[in-house]
């Protein structure tokens, strides 16, 4: 079972929605193309068709991710551990520089907020998870071994 938060089972759902509703569009250009004649060489034909196989798959992903999905702020977490969609505050060690920091199940691709998101499946999160403030974690990356001070929770 895969945990999300409230923000990442609504962000999921919206776009399920989206790609339905894009399915009345993507049968009407299939139909259209149709009409032109030979498949064999319709090339609105296959991209309308490949287009929908592209749709189709990533609603099936999206309906099976949102299936075996709980929702991590319906669980009793202790205020003081890190769990996702926490948001935390780091010290790195080396510079002690402090940077916002929030675990998320899938990364939503934007880069605009406050803090930098950390998928749960990364080195950062695997290291933050079910951490506590006052705790020094260690994060492997590829070139060096970062140490992190988690500063408080959020």
Request: glycine share 8%; no cysteine; aromatic share 4%.
């Amino acid at each position: 079972m895969e945990f999300i938060t409230a923000e990442e089972r609504e962000r999921l759902e919206q776009k399920l929605a989206e790609l339905k509703a894009k399915r009345p569009e993507l049968s009407k250009r299939i139909g259209e193309a149709r009409q032109r004649g030979d498949l064999s060489e319709n090339a609105d034909y296959h991209a309308a068709r490949g287009e929908q196989g592209l749709v189709e798959a990533e609603i099936r992903r999206l309906e099976q991710r949102l299936k075996s999905s709980k929702v991590a702020d319906d669980l009793d977490v202790p205020r003081d551990m890190v769990f996702l969609g926490s948001v935390v505050k780091l010290r790195d060690m080396d510079d002690d520089s402090v940077d916002l920091y929030k675990l998320v199940g899938e990364s939503s691709g934007r880069f605009d907020g406050d803090e930098i998101e950390v998928t749960t499946g990364s080195p950062m999160g695997e290291s933050l998870m079910k951490a506590r403030v006052g705790d020094t974690v260690r994060v492997e990356l590829p070139k060096a071994t970062k140490r992190f001070e988690i500063v408080d929770i959020l």
